[in-house]
């Protein structure tokens, strides 16, 4: 992957760092954007006119974009009864419509040989009680990558998207402080235990190189899609009352 040129949106913490990092030891230059500290550039996926501009300057800086990530990601925690209507509009902005604005204008910008690859989730084909919002707009993002593959394909551009299971990460951890669910995912986890940022960006990697994977959401999981998801509102209320 010798000078190629990277952005990794999404890419300030958790599994986005780990893949900016993997891209970079692959020998690409790796832009980082994010609207958290230690980006490169700061970009709010919500924001179509912040996407576009973040696309059209790493043109004019670089002349091209080789290998889009698409990793920035929220979640929150309601039954769907009590569901917020803000907090679900929050967390579809970001993961599902960021998603699209991210494939949107990564699609004007790159070439043929181009790649995107999304993190989706577990929760993409797996229902978690609590999770409406994020369930439903990683499906969403899901079946966005395979009709973006279908659309860009004839331009020579891959889309492929990684979902992984549990990950500990700035996103994963407050759930992981309440008593028990952290032993619920490894024991509904056949390999037995949560997945390191690392691997996930090596899965990544592989989704960037490999030149005839398209259309692919790939499980990233130790298994765990064959068991099934923790009852994270059952040790919600049983931790808070």
Same mark, same amino acid.
């Given at each position: 992957? *010798?000078? @190629?040129?990277?952005?990794?949106? #999404? ?12 891209? @970079? ?9 994010? !609207?958290?500290? #230690?980006?490169?550039?700061?970009? %709010?996926? =919500?924001?179509?006119?912040?996407? *576009? ?7 004019? &800086?670089?002349?091209?974009? /080789?290998?889009?990530? $698409?990793?920035?990601?929220? *979640? &929150?925690?309601?039954?769907?009864? %009590? ?9 579809? %902005?970001?993961?599902? =419509? ?18 995107? =690859?999304?993190? &989706?989730?577990? $929760? ?30 004839? @331009? ?10 549990? !990950?500990? +990460?700035?996103? +994963?951890?407050?759930?992981? /402080? ?5 032993? /619920?995912? &490894?024991? $509904? =986890? ?30 990233? $999981? ?11 509102? #059952?040790?919600?209320? @049983?931790?808070?009352?």
């Amino acid at each position: 992957m *010798s000078e @190629r040129v990277a952005v990794v949106v #999404g890419g300030a913490s958790g599994i986005g760092a780990a893949c900016a990092q993997a891209l @970079r030891d692959e020998g690409a230059t790796v832009v980082v954007a994010d !609207v958290a500290e #230690g980006a490169d550039v700061a970009c %709010d996926v =919500t924001s179509e006119e912040a996407v *576009s501009a973040l696309f059209d300057g790493l043109v004019a &800086t670089h002349g091209r974009v /080789d290998v889009v990530v $698409n990793s920035a990601g929220t *979640s &929150t925690l309601a039954a769907v009864i %009590d569901h917020d209507l803000a907090e679900w509009r929050r967390v579809v %902005d970001v993961c599902l =419509t960021g998603a699209f604005l991210v494939i949107k204008h990564a699609g004007r910008a790159l070439g043929e040989g181009g790649s995107i =690859t999304s993190l &989706t989730s577990l $929760n993409a084909r797996q229902p978690g009680g609590g999770l409406a919002a994020y369930c439903s707009a990683k499906a969403g993002l899901a079946m966005l990558t395979q009709v973006a593959a279908l659309e860009l394909a004839p @331009r020579g551009i891959r889309v492929n998207a990684v979902s992984p299971g549990l !990950v500990v +990460t700035p996103l +994963t951890a407050p759930a992981l /402080d309440i008593p028990g669910i952290g032993d /619920d995912y &490894t024991e $509904n =986890t056949p390999l037995g235990r949560a997945g390191t940022p690392q691997e996930v960006a090596e899965a990544v990697v592989f989704c960037s190189r490999a030149a005839w994977l398209t259309g692919e959401v790939i499980d990233l $999981n130790g298994g765990a899609h064959l068991m099934r998801y923790p009852d994270l509102l #059952g040790h919600v209320g @049983r931790a808070f009352g």
